[in-house]
């Protein structure tokens, strides 16, 4: 049950587009469509952004999108706003019937 | 509105055990699965357990397998996580999550607020 590898950190400046890629294994990411993405800001419980690699919960920003190919998925925040500055952190479904996270990405709106 | 109120976190000695419960309320609790997620101080998050809608399908992490357990009562809305054996590595912030069906696929559309477990001497 290794983590999900995701960058430490990205930046981008108002307006711009940044892309988070959350790589994994055929045993997990590139196994399955069962690919979420949470937001959490420091001191808060994580928030649910993509889930089955691209479906957006209700009320959740369509500047929020997600993709896959391989076994690397990835989050890209388009039209990036002070308020999308936090962390982030993908997960997966396992072929052990588990689920694994990333490592997570600090997110800085410049 | 959908709500998770989780309790029974505190600091316990290493070896000791601690039973967390989730109080679930503004859904069909029977209806989805559940799951336990921690996050140590200063990192990412982990999951540690997962229970089907019924209970009858449960799976832990290799960290806590077989010291852990976790079950659900349909009938009280509520979830729960049995720790034994714990460690100081099992200090963290423990939280609820409701699946996004009825099975576990790693989607968690709601988070309590979570409960802090402290394994210190």
């Known amino acids: 049950q290794s983590a999900l590898t995701q960058p430490a950190s990205v930046s981008g400046s108002p307006g711009q587009s940044i892309t988070i890629s959350c790589t994994g294994t055929?045993?997990?990411?590139?196994?399955?469509?069962?690919v979420s993405w949470y937001q959490q800001h420091p001191g808060k419980a994580p928030k649910l952004m993509i889930f089955d690699v691209s479906h957006r919960p209700s009320g959740v920003s369509n500047r929020f999108s997600g993709s896959k190919s391989g076994n690397t998925a990835s989050l890209t925040i388009s039209g990036l706003q002070a308020e999308d500055e936090a962390d982030y952190y993908c997960s997966s479904y396992t072929s052990t019937s588990t689920c694994v996270f990333g490592g997570g990405t600090k997110v800085t709106v410049l | 509105e959908v709500q998770l109120l989780e309790s029974g976190g505190g600091l316990v000695q290493p070896g000791g055990s601690l039973r967390l419960s989730c109080a679930a309320s503004?859904?069909?609790?029977?209806?989805?699965?559940m799951s336990w997620v921690r996050q140590a101080p200063g990192k990412g998050l982990v999951w540690v357990s997962g229970?089907?809608?019924?209970?009858?399908?449960?799976n832990y992490a290799d960290s806590v397998k077989g010291r852990f357990t976790i079950s659900r009562d349909n009938s009280k809305n509520t979830l729960y996580l049995q720790m034994n054996s714990l460690r100081a590595d099992d200090t963290a912030v423990y939280y609820c999550?409701?699946?996004?069906?009825?099975?576990?696929?790693?989607?968690?559309?709601?988070w309590g607020q979570g409960t802090l477990v402290t394994v210190s001497s």
């Open positions: 055929s045993s997990d990411v590139g196994g399955y469509d069962y």
């Open positions: 229970i089907n809608d019924s209970g009858g399908s449960t």
């Open positions: 503004g859904f069909t609790f029977s209806s989805y699965a």
């Open positions: 999550a409701r699946g996004v069906r009825s099975y576990d696929s790693s989607g968690y559309s709601y």
